[in-house]
């Protein structure tokens, strides 16, 4: 593994999240950015230190030997690709906390909350019905039929 990259670990059966990282991806122009869906059949001996159940829980990164989570793998995602003044607020001193817990209250609620807006609105990625969609995890333009 690259230390230089930047590893996430993600619900590849959440639509909101495919959404997120296959626009992260389509801006990843170095491939600093590794993607790798908590799904995949071969997961736990691939990354042994991670748990998938916190992976589920709260979105993991993995960056220069340390695992991020939350917004941190999220701000440090798209600073990668140089967009980080996008969610440069929600690093600040009076907005992280409170952002960090609107976080986890939407992590929680991701599945129901992604399936309505993939339902009523037509956005996000539909999940795959057999777990993971990726033939390669890296490639979320790549997905199984």
């Known amino acids: 593994m690259n230390t230089q990259q930047l590893t996430i670990f993600y619900d590849g059966q959440c639509p909101l999240c495919s959404l997120e990282?296959?626009?992260l991806k389509e801006q990843?122009?170095?491939n600093c950015i590794l993607l790798?869906?908590?799904?995949q059949a071969d997961f736990n001996t691939l990354y042994p230190e991670i748990d998938i159940e916190q992976g589920l829980a709260i979105l993991h990164g993995q960056y220069k030997g340390q695992i991020l989570l939350g917004l941190d793998v999220t701000h440090r995602a798209w600073t990668l690709v140089g967009k980080g003044w996008l969610v440069a607020p929600l690093q600040w001193p009076i907005?992280?906390?409170?952002?960090?817990?609107v976080y986890l209250l939407i992590a929680k609620y991701r599945q129901p909350i992604s399936n309505f807006i993939y339902q009523r609105f037509g956005i996000g990625v539909k999940h795959c019905e057999q777990g993971t969609c990726y033939g390669n995890p890296n490639d979320t333009n790549n997905r199984s039929k």
């Open 21 to 23: 990282m296959q626009r």
């Open 28 to 30: 990843d122009k170095n």
């Open 36 to 39: 790798v869906d908590l799904h």
């Open 95 to 101: 907005i992280k906390p409170i952002s960090h817990q």
